[in-house]
């Protein structure tokens, strides 16, 4: 059984940080390019960042770089989002996601397996 559980969301106010992890199993981790994406209430669920197998290729949004930072931890089997300077637009549901596939990864269907989300308020 595949399982991607995310942890780190809470309330926050404008300008904090916030870490979330995502640790994932019954799949060959380190064989999966991972994924974060969030969606605020009402709005599509969004790309926000994306890592290759082994952590040399990152991707953001244009909404969170510099801000946001994705790692990976393959013996930990664990992806994680490093968000600094939080915006009240930052606000949403965080979801991890793990893809079989080394590109198009801000695209939702590239990715075989979700996570349930963690959710990420910031106060302005």
């Known amino acids: 059984q595949v399982q991607l559980i995310e942890s780190g969301g809470g309330l926050v106010q404008a300008g904090a940080s916030l870490r979330l992890s995502c640790v994932v199993s019954?799949?060959?981790?380190?064989?999966?390019?991972m994924g974060w994406f969030r969606q605020a209430p009402g709005k599509e669920r969004d790309f926000v960042a994306a890592?290759?197998?082994?952590?040399?290729?990152?991707f953001y949004s244009d909404s969170v770089k510099g801000r946001f930072t994705i790692s990976r931890d393959n013996d930990k089997n664990t992806v994680y989002l490093q968000m600094n300077s939080l915006k009240f637009e930052d606000t949403a549901d965080y979801y991890c996601?793990?893809?079989?596939?080394?590109?198009?990864?801000?695209?939702?269907?590239?990715?075989?397996?979700w996570g349930q989300g963690t959710q990420v308020t910031v106060s302005s």
């Open positions: 996601a793990a893809s079989p596939q080394d590109w198009g990864l801000d695209v939702r269907e590239k990715y075989a397996y």
């Open positions: 019954g799949i060959t981790f380190r064989a999966f390019a």
């Open positions: 890592i290759n197998w082994n952590g040399g290729t990152t």
